[in-house]
């Protein structure tokens, strides 16, 4: 059982979700999340570049603004809103800490981390399509800079592709690329997603998490 709070000040709370998906959620970290349960969460609680529209399933802005693609097509930059920032959900307190915004570098953090192989993340195939991803994950190098994602600047992050793909706003825009933040991981280790250590971006915080309930 899981509660998910409002991203509003606590006087002002208006909205909560009570999600029951008759089965305990494995993970609400957007790179290990391969179960719909884990998706569904991890879509209240963070922001990908890009989103899916619902009526023709074709990606559209969502932290990202725009995006652009090199005439070879293996470069893609994505230009990114200045006004999501992460927070952190404190349930004694029952009120929101403002911690940063969201930047181009926990964009290029989490896809890195995909790429690792001690994260063991299940979809990282899907970012192979990615310079370097493949290289990394397999074990065939063990440099994360040679991943081909880099923070332009604190707004605008820009991927190098294997080959052309069209498709890309969509990966780039999946949950396994959410932006991540690397403070309350680098602390708090497997146990950052617990409420009150979680930082979020998405609509929605984590207030409740009622394990094996």
């Not at 969201?102 to 993340?121: F, K």
């Not at 820009?158 to 309350?184: H, K, R, V």
């Not at 280790?189 to 394990?211: A, F, R, S």
């Amino acid at each position: 059982a899981m509660m998910v709070g409002s991203c509003k000040p606590a006087a002002k709370l208006e909205t909560t979700l009570n999600l029951n998906h008759a089965s305990e959620p494995p993970t609400l970290d957007p790179n290990l999340a391969t179960d719909t349960t884990s998706v569904d969460c991890d879509f209240h609680l963070f922001m990908g570049l890009t989103k899916n529209n619902v009526e023709t399933v074709t990606p559209e802005p969502s932290l990202a603004t725009k995006w652009e693609v090199s005439s070879d097509g293996l470069v893609w930059t994505f230009d990114m809103r200045k006004d999501v920032n992460w927070v952190r959900w404190d349930p004694a307190t029952q009120k929101i800490e403002k911690k940063r915004p969201v930047t181009a570098h926990d964009i290029v953090y989490s896809v890195r981390r995909v790429a690792n192989p001690a994260t063991a993340s299940d979809y990282a195939y899907v970012d192979y399509i990615i310079k370097g991803v493949e290289a990394v994950n397999t074990g065939e190098s063990t440099d994360l800079n040679s991943v081909g994602v880099r923070a332009v600047d604190d707004y605008t992050v820009e991927f190098t592709l294997t080959q052309p793909a069209g498709y890309f706003p969509s990966i780039a825009g999946m949950w396994t690329n959410y932006p991540l933040p690397s403070e309350p991981i680098e602390e708090f280790g497997d146990k950052w997603t617990e409420p009150g250590n979680i930082w979020t971006c998405g609509p929605y915080v984590l207030d409740v998490w009622e394990h094996e309930n």
